[in-house]
DNA sequence: GATGAATGAGGCTTCATTCAT
DNA sequence: GATGAATGAAGCCTCATTCAT
């Protein structure tokens, strides 16, 4: 069914991108790779030329399909707070459900084993963000102020949120942890934070819900 | 006036910071930090036992430093917001100042190279971060939401206003910027962020700093 | 025309001969033969048992081929000076035109990786050449040295001289210096080297010609 | 007595020459040297950067002592002929000493895994055989030929007696094949040849010694 | 006949660490 | 205290060869 050319350099990637998060670049060496892959070590260099191929490849797909779960549903919100609301939605389930590539993008983000053009293609996927930031100033709903500014706290922010949300198992909490750190980065954007969430503490999630449409 | 033995010492930890943070830990060798600190390379291993003390050491010595650093001038400070404003300057000035440093703690604050009681000590001295936190939830300056969740996105938040500061070298625009991260923080934080900024693009600096008093 | 099933045999020899001696036989893949024949990794290993199976074929081609080189026209010589004569020409013609070819015989004249067989069959090519040293030497008219000696020096001889010439690219001078170096070498193995060339600076090739007639 | 630090590395480059030699350049890893020269594969690349700063540095020192030897006593002879003698008795000899270090000048002469600078190096050191011939020829006792032509096949010439020498093990017939080679080396190429040994066939080994002063 | 993915032993080199001086 | 030659385990990568298609 599957194709059986890809089988193994799937298995790499999916063996490399665990290792990684956990071990560091430098702390896995190939051999572990390609042993816990089930493959043998010459296999990992057919289908990547050095280990910083494999890294390479690893972070553009992560980043790419990272961009994609952001955008889930995005095009059905009409307003900047609807949309903001639904890109942390996605940014914190995503880090959730897959905490190794959300682990994997925070190691990497800077690291000097991806290349530049891999760094660069990587930040290319997330302008859109730039512009949901600059369309809302336009439209009056966030504040006027550097819009690079605002996209680099909107990131940090969502990050910080994933990490508290990370530390609890109870779904109940971390919907409602959900609840609160996003509205947290409205009330920073947004220009009147009067419409503010006032119910923060509540167990009744449904109608917090509809405080945001 | 220093003690002659201690300078080598110092030397090496000095050297291994800059190399760490600019190589990461496995891709700066002992030889090269004992080397660049114009020592031999048993001398490291006689003020370390292995190279994983010395990033230890490192380790701790900078988290301390950074945590003294934040709380420069705090005590001075009255009002919750003035003291987290306080913390972002001092933040963002430590931040910009040391960049190496800071990269250290960025890069290693999750790192399996650093030992877990490093990584507690490290933690320990940023927990008068969470009794501001709390603070100022009792004082009802900031709202009532989960302590922990609150001071994690501080955190990430004030992160991500030194990466945005750190990208223009103008004084003026950094200060500009520092003005509006901070603002947008606090409006995340606070229980009542009607006096908010409203005049971010302006030019009149002087003005918006009174804003903060 | 050409039995398609040989084409890609001929195809790797060609490549391989080139490769080799470009690059010495270790710092030749097979993978990089195959690449460059335009054809699979497979197929080389169809054609050749091993790697040293496809030299050593090679080895026995060449020598064949460099000696049936030498011994044209040998024929209708009649004295063991000309003979001696057109060899040299010929050794010269031929190590000039493919000069891979007699790289490669340099190369691997005294390799371990040419079978011992491969080099026994090589060798046994050359035979005629002690032939002609003895029949020389009981005509009188080469001296009566040991026939090992004369033969290893007229071979190390026209070797050297194809050395000098390859120096050059000018036609005009290339034949002044295959004149001249098979003098010294006519000079060298004869008995009466009184005969000598006297005008060895002089440009009228064709005199010089009619001295060895 | 020995320096102690020198003698690892000497060690190493003994143990190389000859492994070098039997196997050639590739056929030889690294960790075979070093076991064979009794010490830790790390030390082999604490004195030698790589396997070819290695190599590098062998082929420099062969090529300067091959030189050196080739002089030995060149400066009490005063004649043409018999500093000619002199030097192939020279190369003879110490191609027969040292027949390692022979078969590696051999081996290596035209090798790409010996550096440009250390072929141009070790071609210098026997740019005094060219003065040689060129001085021979204005003191009219070495043909007006061209006299690179002269030297390469002087040094060829001296590359195969030296084979055929090699190739007995009996001092007398050694001896005799010197003699005999060098008698032809020297028609080869002098002016007048007519002064030639004419009982190369004796066995008075002291009498043909004379023959040639 | 032909292909090329897959294998795994083995090569070169690095580097943390030791220890005699 | 300080040195640096020496060690050897371990890492990355190559490549001859096989085999299912």
Chains 1, 2, 3, 4 share one sequence.
Request: aromatic share 8%.
């Amino acid at each position: 069914m599957t194709d059986p050319g890809t089988d193994k350099r799937e298995a790499i990637l999916d063996t490399a991108l665990v290792l990684f998060t956990e071990r560091g670049f430098f702390g896995t060496p190939t051999s572990m790779i390609s042993k816990e892959a089930g493959v043998a070590t010459g296999t990992l260099f057919f289908y990547f030329r050095t280990k910083e191929d494999l890294i390479d490849t690893l972070y553009r797909r992560v980043k790419s399909e990272a961009a994609q779960a952001l955008c889930r549903g995005m095009e059905s919100e009409t307003g900047t707070k609807a949309k903001i609301r639904r890109l942390g939605f996605n940014a914190v389930e995503w880090g959730i459900r897959y905490p190794a590539k959300m682990k994997f993008m925070e190691q990497f983000a800077h690291s000097p084993f991806v290349s530049t053009t891999a760094h660069e293609e990587g930040m290319s996927h997330f302008l859109f963000l730039q512009d949901l930031v600059k369309e809302g100033i336009l439209k009056g709903e966030i504040r006027d102020l550097d819009p690079l500014l605002l996209f680099c706290m909107l990131a940090s922010s969502l990050s910080g949120l994933v990490d508290r949300v990370s530390l609890t198992d109870d779904l109940t909490e971390r919907e409602e942890l959900i609840v609160q750190g996003l509205d947290i980065v409205w009330h920073g954007l947004s220009v009147h934070p009067q419409t503010e969430l006032t119910h923060a503490g509540s167990t009744t999630k449904k109608k917090r819900c509809h405080d945001y449409e």
